[in-house]
């Protein structure tokens, strides 16, 4: 009876641990994805970046560009967004801080700002799996 008791707690312990361990390791991966994400978008801005992967990741976050026509679509909007926040072309950048804002018990789901410098100036950027990158501050919609 003292056994069972004994390898109950040290189950139910483990049960828990596992659970705040888990918790960590998705919220961690979701703030690095988002990070590489940003970083790989920036790179696309730079002279000489792959633009087209840059578009895809800013709009949907994968390199899946679907149709031309929507391809199209998403490289119009992606040349405003790059305009009206002054990020084109980018000389250099650094990504410094990827912070979990708002998440959910399901893996890809978690709202993440991703903040750094664009040629010297600081930025702040909202990033959700499958959604388009917003951009967060002054000139901010």
Known sequence: MKKAA???GIVIGLLVIGRLGLGY????GEANNAQERV???LDGLKSGGDRQKAITLWKHGTFNAGSQHEFDVAAG???EWTLKHKIDPVLDYEVKKA???S????L????VRVSGTINGKPFAMRVLQGARV???GPNAP
């Open 103 to 106: 998440e959910t018990d399901r």
């Open 6 to 8: 004994i390898w109950a």
């Open 25 to 28: 390791m998705f919220t961690s």
């Open 77 to 79: 909007e992606f040349e």
């Open 134 to 136: 917003e951009m967060e």
């Open 39 to 41: 970083r790989r978008i």
């Open 99 to 101: 912070e979990v804002l």
């Open 108 to 111: 890809g789901n978690a709202t």
